[in-house]
């Protein structure tokens, strides 16, 4: 019987290069989101979704009519408070101040007719010409009048107290105040980009309406992406900070971008079925083609081996509990351990146990024994 075609491979040298393949998910490496100081009904919009802007770029404004109606409440407010205050440093209410003025002058008439009488009744008294009782009664009726004027001058004195002062004055300072205020928010009636970039998201329409706080879009530069890639724990040994990544989207076929890693994890979490760690690298998009959001496929080459000795993956084998290959000795096969190093997709490095030029069997579907002899096919 004639020796079996057996398919076999050479050890020879290349520049090798061992790849972690996995896949990620592209962000802004610097964003911002863009919030409603005030609240308000939007009457025009600048930008569209897409957009680039720049640092303090107008996106929409709101209808001015609103906050007009602010201002003019808040101005009639003041007015009405300074108006209290100026009354009040003059004494009081005009009309009450008057009415209380009218009081003591017409007191102040009487007192004046009672004490000439009184005088006029002193003289008669002297002369015999009036009983004294008469005099004590107008005497007391002057008496009277004088407490009455006093009383009435306290009042006008009292018509203001230090509180009511404190109060009114206390009135104005929160009306303009809230003067302030009200032009402040009719001012901010215009929405502004916080940084520059790219409005990646906005969804805001004419006529709809905005409240304080609410989340209008989210803007950032795209010239430099962030990429989260969730790496198997097994694998996280491989990865250092700087190594080259070199990503692709399904959507551009045939272009790639090129990055490196910027974080490796700082903790090992459950993402479905695997353990995974979060790594995070930096990717050039000058064109700012690759958009937030993009899943994409990555490739971090966590290793490079000048000419080194490699051979076909498929040669690979181990044999109780030793890694190695079958080897083509003259005619016939014998099982040969070696060390290996790094490897890709379809080579690995040999570093001991095998020189180039060796021929080794590649994937054969039948048993091998040592000593075999057989008939090399090469690719």
């Known amino acids: 019987s004639a020796p079996p075609d057996v398919p076999f491979g050479k050890v020879s040298r290349e520049d090798l290069v061992s790849t972690l393949v ?7 490496r610097h964003t911002a989101e863009i919030r409603s100081a005030e609240g308000g009904k939007v009457a025009t919009i600048q930008v569209k979704q897409g957009d680039p802007l720049r ?23 003041l007015r009405s408070a300074e108006a209290r205050l100026r009354q009040l440093r003059a004494g009081g209410p005009p009309k009450a101040r008057a009415e209380l003025d009218a009081s003591i002058e017409a007191a102040r008439l009487e007192q004046r007719a009672a004490k000439r009488e009184a005088e006029a009744l002193g003289r008669l008294v002297e002369r015999k010409a009036a009983a004294p009782e008469e005099l004590r009664r107008q005497e007391a009726e002057v008496a009277r009048l004088n407490a009455r004027i006093e009383g009435l001058e306290r009042q006008r004195g009292t018509m203001v107290s230090p509180a009511d002062s ?25 929405v502004h980009s916080p940084i520059g970039g790219v409005l990646y998201e906005f969804a805001v329409q004419p006529g709809a309406w905005l409240n304080s706080g609410d989340l209008v879009g989210r803007v950032g530069d795209l010239r430099t992406v962030r990429l989260s890639v969730y790496v198997d724990e097994p694998e996280l040994g491989k990865l250092q900070i700087g190594q080259p990544v070199t990503i692709g989207w399904d959507a551009k076929p045939g272009r790639e971008w090129a990055g490196k890693v910027n974080q490796l994890p700082t903790r090992v979490q459950a993402f479905g079925t695997r353990q995974v760690g979060e790594v ?23 290793a490079r081996v000048a000419k080194a000795l490699v051979i076909p993956k498929q040669a690979l084998r181990r044999r109780l509990g030793v890694d190695g290959v079958w080897k083509l000795s003259g005619s016939s096969i014998r099982w040969q351990p070696i060390e290996t190093g790094i490897s890709n997709l379809t080579s690995a490095q040999v570093e001991k146990g095998l020189g180039e030029g060796d021929s080794v069997v590649l994937t054969y579907d039948r048993e091998l024994r040592e000593g075999m002899e057989v008939k090399p096919v090469y690719p």
């Open 22 to 28: 996995t896949n990620g998910q592209v962000e802004p």
């Open 55 to 77: 640092a303090g770029q107008p996106l929409l404004e709101f209808d001015a009519g609103e906050a007009q109606a602010r201002i003019h409440d808040a101005e009639a407010t």
């Open 166 to 190: 404190a109060e009114a004055q206390s009135a104005v300072e929160l009306a303009r105040t809230a003067l302030g205020e009200a032009r402040r928010i009719a001012g901010q009636r215009t």
């Open 280 to 302: 995070i690298c930096l990717i050039d998009n000058p064109d700012r083609e690759l958009l937030p959001g993009t899943n994409v496929n990555v490739e971090i080459e966590t």
